[in-house]
């Protein structure tokens, strides 16, 4: 039996055209995540809302979905971003009006700042979202 370089190379070549169009269609699939969420109000007023957020993410980045406060489970919309392990989030009609939070989404898992201060109880304050993969 005799060794041939070029045979080697050809074969490898073929394997790795074979296996580019499912390495391309992994990458492309929408994902969906269940997380678990904690809204942590910062100073002076340190408070915490639970819920869930049912999320899907687009192969080109773009977050749907919607939350559930566990103390009214109403469903809100959510719409988004993700780019990388940054991301952004919006959580429509939350009361009154919507909420953003900007952060990573790594593994995930979500942390990420409010993007503006709230009123509670006429003070200033800020929330944190955190998020986690809920356990089934």
Known sequence: MTFSPGAACATTALAALLATPFIADAAAAERSYELQTRMVEQAPGVGE????LQLR???DGIVSGYYRPDANP???PVSGGIAGDRFWIELGNFG???LRFSGTFKNGTIDAQGNHPILDNGRSTALELIATPKLR
């Open 49 to 52: 809302y639970d819920g869930a």
């Open 57 to 59: 993410v687009s192969p």
């Open 74 to 76: 109403r469903f809100i």
């Open 96 to 98: 009154g009006h919507s």
